[in-house]
């Protein structure tokens, strides 16, 4: 293989049995791997192969799990590498069960490197998505660089970072798990669609009586304050609530005046009208500016808005939303405070209300805790690998 006399390399960090051994060879994906045509029994959805398979999804640029189910694998779109002991799947188009030179292709290694270890270089530098019409053509061509098989270092890194990926799956599924647990308790705190108790009550209130039901413009009324200069401005959003404007990786440009927002005071609870019935709407929790094309929601003596705040984001609260909103197609749907007004609310009692907004709080800032760890693995993983692969910008 001509691409493998190329001047060797050395990544900026080895394990310490291989810093004196010898540097790494290039060579081109197309010399490491051959190409075998897919058993049909692959492309059956009851069929199964032995072992386990990483998959990449491109896409994301990301690992997203492992899976002893080769055609669970397949049926995914958008395009992945699925690497297994001795052979690798590509799918190469969007229809999944397509064969020959525009469906699924099965690649074996070479014996100078092993699947596993290729499977991580790969994922390592994902396609680019302008690639992925063609993206079989551009990825035989990728430069791959590994060590001597025969060292044993090539099966060292692979099993670093097969390790790490453990880690991160675990963490990954605990994250899972918490939000899971969340929307089930969250089912149990609240009552069902038509119902006025709900299944689950602290120990405090299970002899109260059931909850009341209130005109949602007795519970609050619509602030419409000017913002000014000292106040940060915050959006909502759909899944975090109201955050810092400043935080969102997106560019929003600001009005040109701060009077030309809205002010929200602590506990006020502000939603976007296009996106109410998407549950976009958020607690704040400190005064702050909004965007002038948001409905400002201030509570009554007898409200807890954070409790109010996760009864928004219920499904059958969704609904309600939906239908009190004006507009021809979903895209043109707003709430507006006077519709928001008629929509029937539960109230139970105010000490209810906090009990069941602080249990919540506890939970999110549980799972918020979880997130930050896997993220910090993810980020983790992602500086280790770059510094266990040379990259080919620096050969």
């Not at 690497?83 to 999944?96: A, E, M, N, S, Y």
């Not at 525009?102 to 530098?125: C, M, N, P, Q």
């Not at 507009?327 to 109230?347: A, K, V």
């Amino acid at each position: 293989m001509a691409e493998q006399e190329k001047e060797a390399v050395v990544p900026n960090r080895r394990f310490p049995e291989f810093r004196d051994s010898t540097a790494w060879t290039e060579a081109r994906l197309k010399d490491l791997i051959s190409v075998i045509a897919p058993p049909v029994k692959l492309l059956s959805s009851s069929s199964r192969l032995s072992g386990q398979f990483p998959i990449v999804d491109q896409s994301q640029q990301s690992i997203c799990g492992w899976t002893d189910d080769a055609s669970a694998v397949i049926s995914k779109s958008p395009p992945f590498i699925v690497f297994g002991d001795h052979t690798c799947v590509l799918k190469l188009v969007q229809q999944p069960f397509a064969q020959g030179a525009d469906g699924i292709k099965i690649l074996k290694a070479k014996a100078v490197v092993s699947t596993e270890y290729l499977f991580h270089s790969l994922s390592h530098r994902p396609l680019a998505t302008e690639d992925y019409k063609r993206h079989f053509s551009i990825l035989k061509e990728r430069r791959v660089f590994y060590p001597n098989f025969e060292t044993g270092e090539q099966q060292k890194i692979a099993d670093c970072l097969t390790s790490l990926d453990k880690v991160i799956a675990a963490q990954g599924r605990k994250v899972k798990a918490l939000k899971t647990y969340k929307r089930g308790l969250m089912q149990q705190l609240f009552p069902l669609e038509g119902e006025t108790s709900p299944r689950l009550r602290f120990p405090a209130f299970r002899d109260a009586p059931e909850w009341n039901e209130a005109k949602a413009g007795t519970l609050f009324t619509n602030r419409s304050e000017r913002g000014d200069d000292s106040l940060p401005i915050y959006s909502v959003t759909m899944t975090d609530g109201l955050v810092k404007r400043t935080s969102l990786g997106r560019r929003i440009d600001d009005l040109a005046e701060a009077t030309g927002n809205k002010k929200a005071h602590r506990y006020d609870i502000a939603y976007n009208m296009m996106r109410m019935w998407q549950g976009a709407c958020g607690v704040a929790y400190e005064e702050c500016m909004v965007s002038p094309a948001y409905v400002v929601l201030s509570p009554q003596s007898d409200v807890h808005s954070p409790f109010y705040g996760y009864l928004f984001k219920l499904p059958q609260m969704l609904r309600l939303f939906t239908a009190h909103s004006r507009g021809l197609t979903e895209d043109r749907l707003r709430l507006y405070y006077q519709d928001f007004s008629n929509i029937p609310l539960l109230q139970p009692d105010l000490r209810e209300q906090v009990r069941i907004a602080d249990c919540l709080f506890a939970l999110d800032a549980r799972i918020t805790t979880e997130s930050k760890k896997l993220a910090d693995l993810k980020s983790h993983k992602k500086g280790l690998m770059q510094q266990l692969f040379p990259v080919p910008e620096d050969v």
